[in-house]
């Protein structure tokens, strides 16, 4: 029985990953050990992974999907902090207001909540 999934982004700089993942999502550093650091919190989630041919409403396929209770919130911080935004805040027709983001590796991460 699979019990969590673990995503690895490869980096030779870990300290990029503290202001979009720390400082803009909220996540608490959970482990760092200097070659690995882990980013979390003690919400409790299900184990999904899911495989796309594209987005949705023909975008790019992004790394990540995270969801938030705020979209809207996280979109002015991530705005504010200069990083670069591919595709703006939207209703989706699936239920869910969502935008994607470059994270500091250049990442394509779906940034979303359900309405």
Do not use: C
């Not at 909220?26 to 899911?50: C, P, R």
């Not at 470059?102 to 909540?113: C, Q």
């Amino acid at each position: 029985m699979v019990k969590r999934i673990v995503s690895n982004i490869k980096t030779e700089d870990l300290s990029k990953a503290d202001l979009f993942y720390q400082d803009i999502l909220g996540l608490e550093t959970i482990m760092d050990h200097g070659w690995i650091k882990t980013f979390g919190n003690h919400e409790e989630a299900k184990v999904q992974i899911s495989f796309a041919a594209q987005g949705g409403n023909d975008t790019k396929v992004p790394l990540l999907s995270i969801e938030v209770d705020n979209a809207d919130e996280l979109y002015e911080k991530v705005k504010q902090a200069g990083f670069e935004i591919t595709y703006p805040i939207t209703d989706e027709d699936w239920g869910v207001r969502r935008f994607f983001v470059k994270d500091p590796f250049g990442n394509l991460i779906n940034i979303l909540s359900h309405q």
